[in-house]
């Protein structure tokens, strides 16, 4: 493709993943609210709010895709979730409405699912069970694109991302965890597939204690290749292992289950 759009390229997982989109796109558009340091020769850079409509619109011309990883990544306020993750994601559909609806990867999230408990084994039809604000705030995302789907063809991918990070943290994320270098292949997945649809995709690497099923999704011909549990003993070793009755070892939101309603200014 020509142009590749990457919003929250300033992220943690923006960083991480932007030096490695290079052969999927003649040129890569990196986007945040924040500055973005020098440009490699492929990049060009945008500053944006994704709560302002007329500065997405610029952003998505001329894109032939969009990774869109920008916006609020845990819990917080409602009024800044609701600028970036409600208002940005209604923004940028309609952005990619009037530019040819490029094709999209949400990163959605694991939390848009996290009060179910970690013994149970999900597929893509369960019913939402966000922990919190920042949850419903994927959900809405997740339902928008949907709709953009059935009602124009817009195609995304509704990337349900565990935690996806250099390596595993705690003993949560030896189930939760997706490789960067699993992303990346799901990410060529995504672009390549002749047909996308609209699928959630359980964004985790091959792990063995796992909690979610991708069989709906074999048409990608994505096979992650890491397992978190070459990490078990390193965890063991320097994180304390959680009691049984803890929050962070009962549910899959882990520690999101417990954060309070953040109150405004
Ligand atoms: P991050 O918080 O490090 O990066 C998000 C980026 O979005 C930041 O650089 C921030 O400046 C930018 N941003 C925030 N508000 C904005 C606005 N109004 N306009 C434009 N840009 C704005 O988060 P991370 O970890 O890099 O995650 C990237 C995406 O993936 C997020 O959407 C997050 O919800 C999602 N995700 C990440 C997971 C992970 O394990 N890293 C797990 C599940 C979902
Ligand atoms: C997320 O949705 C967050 O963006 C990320 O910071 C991680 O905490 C991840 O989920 C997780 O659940 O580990």
Known sequence: ??????????????????????????????????????????????????????????????????????????????????????????????????????????????????????????DQDVPLKPDGLYGVSKCFGEALARMYFEKFGQETALVRIGSCMEKPKNHRML???MSHDDFLAMIECIFRVPRLGCPVIWGCSNNDTRWWDNSHVSYLGWHPKDNAERFRAEIDAAVPRPKPDEVVAIYQGGPFVSDPIFAED
Not at 53 to 63: H, Q, T, Y
């Open 175 to 177: 189930a939760t965890w």
């Open 1 to 122: 493709m020509k142009r590749l759009l990457l919003t929250g390229a300033a992220g943690g997982l923006g960083s991480a993943m932007r030096g490695r989109l290079k052969g999927l796109a003649e040129i890569v558009r990196i986007s945040d609210i924040v500055e973005l340091g020098n440009l490699a020769a492929h990049e060009e850079a945008m500053l944006c709010d994704l709560g302002d409509r007329a500065s997405v619109d610029r952003l998505v011309k001329d894109c032939d895709a969009i990774i869109h990883l920008g916006g609020i990544s845990v819990e917080d306020k409602f009024s800044k979730i609701m600028n970036a993750n409600l208002l940005g994601l209604y923004n940028l559909y309609e952005a990619a409405r009037e530019n040819g609806m490029p094709r999209i990867l949400f990163a959605s999230s694991n939390h848009t699912i996290g009060y179910y408990r970690q013994d149970e084994y999900l």
